[in-house]
């Protein structure tokens, strides 16, 4: 069989650990940079950010890693390997909390920001309204997929050991 159990596993670390380290990059780097520049400086550099983020490599990870999380939890099912349930918890997890609140939280804030023209006087308001937040949400986008890739991990040492 071309396509077996665990080649869906290992592609499933690769798209939870890409889309975790992307989450947490943003974490412990990107965001406290931006923090410690002057406003106007931190609100033109994430408008740039969000804009370039819009792309096929950031796409392959974001979108496809809940297709290939669903994809292994199918092939879990047909190949009636027992820990089916912790590749499902993975694919709930990463899709309902990371998926849902980038879409509900993450990105309206991002085109908002982007609305915002330059030079603002208000630029210090504005980037501490959007920050806080951001990280906020964006760290649950990051525990959420560490968890995620983490039962990926768990299910991987487990078809190791199927029984």
């Known amino acids: 069989m071309l396509f ?9 670390l690769l798209e ?29 550099a994430m408008q740039a950010m969000n804009a370039s983020v819009r792309n096929g ?10 297709l290939v999380l669903l ?11 027992r ?14 909390t990371s998926v849902v609140a980038t879409m509900a ?7 908002a920001l982007a609305l915002v023209s330059l030079p603002s006087d208000r630029a210090a308001e504005i980037w501490a309204a ?3 937040p951001w990280q906020l949400w964006n760290s649950l986008r990051t525990l959420t997929s560490g968890v ?9 040492m487990q078809a190791q050991h199927r029984t």
């Not at 939280?105 to 085109?111: F, G, Y």
């Not at 890739?149 to 991987?156: C, H, K, Q, T």
């Open 4 to 12: 077996t159990f665990r080649s869906f596993l290992l592609l499933s």
């Open 16 to 44: 939870t650990g890409a889309i975790f380290g992307f989450f947490y990059a943003w974490v412990c780097s990107t965001m406290w940079g931006l923090d410690g520049a002057r406003p106007e400086i931190a609100i033109a």
């Open 57 to 66: 490599v950031f796409a392959v990870s974001f979108f496809g890693t809940p």
């Open 71 to 81: 994809a292994t939890v199918i092939m879990a099912f047909v190949t009636a390997h």
């Open 83 to 96: 820990r089916a349930g912790v590749i499902l918890a993975a694919a709930l997890v990463f899709s309902v």
């Open 105 to 111: 939280v993450n990105v309206p804030m991002n085109q």
């Open 130 to 132: 959007y920050s806080g």
């Open 148 to 156: 995620a890739l983490l039962l990926v991990g768990v299910a991987l």
